[in-house]
């Protein structure tokens, strides 16, 4: 009778000892599987994140753009733009015009600095400071003024011939830029000019229907 209960109790503790076992080993695999799970996660998600960070935005290729105001052009002068892109947000660049039959406008110079907010490099809706020289030619005039002893004198309008003027202005505008780097362009600005007693020629306007090319 010793011997089969020993004999029971042996087979029990072994059956006990194999089922132990065998719930140890699924927990140790189990753990280790989790573990390879999340490791492979935390790989796949570097990867990703990286591939990302390292792919290159679809922006247009250049920083140089000529452009030419179709605006200006119909009025009968001749406006042309070169801009030179800094950055994503920013660009500076000048605009020269050149009066083709106005007899009244000749040439003006004017310098800018844009900061874009659209979701291309430099294009989208834009903010713009910019300065001015314009030369502009006044009709030359007779006037008759009166002397301290009432007597009448003839002279010239000092106001009148060639005149250089200098001023500061804003402006806002907005510039489409297509996938081969055609670009549209609106603008609207003003600026004050300083020198000038005239109130006529006390501010300048810059507009424009401009069309034009990044390279």
């Known amino acids: ?31 280790v599987l989790v573990h390879n799970i999340l490791l492979l996660l935390f790989v796949f998600v570097s990867i990703s994140t990286q591939s990302q960070e390292e792919k290159p935005k679809n922006q247009i290729k250049g920083d140089h753009e000529i452009k030419i105001n179709g605006l200006y052009l119909i009025a009968g002068v001749l406006d042309l733009t070169y801009e030179r892109v800094l950055n994503d947000e920013s660009a500076i660049g000048i605009s020269a015009a050149v009066g083709l039959d106005s007899e009244y406008y000749k040439f003006s110079a004017m310098p800018y600095y844009r900061f874009y907010f659209g979701e291309k490099r430099a294009a989208g809706f834009f903010i713009e400071g910019n300065g001015a020289i314009l030369v502009d030619e006044f009709d030359r005039e007779i006037v008759l003024f009166s002397n301290d002893d009432n007597t009448i004198g003839i002279g010239v309008d000092s106001n009148s011939g060639i005149k ?52």
């Open 1 to 31: 009778m010793l011997k089969l209960a020993l004999k029971k109790t042996f087979l029990i503790m072994n059956n006990y000892l194999k089922t132990k076992l065998k719930k140890q080993n699924f927990k140790r695999h189990k753990g």
């Open 164 to 215: 250089t003027r200098f001023g500061l202005g804003m402006g806002v505008g907005g510039k489409f830029l297509s996938k081969n780097g055609w670009i549209g362009e609106l603008s609207l600005g003003f600026g004050r000019v300083f020198g000038v007693e005239n109130d006529l020629f006390k501010v300048y306007g810059r507009f424009g229907i401009t069309i034009g090319k990044r390279f």
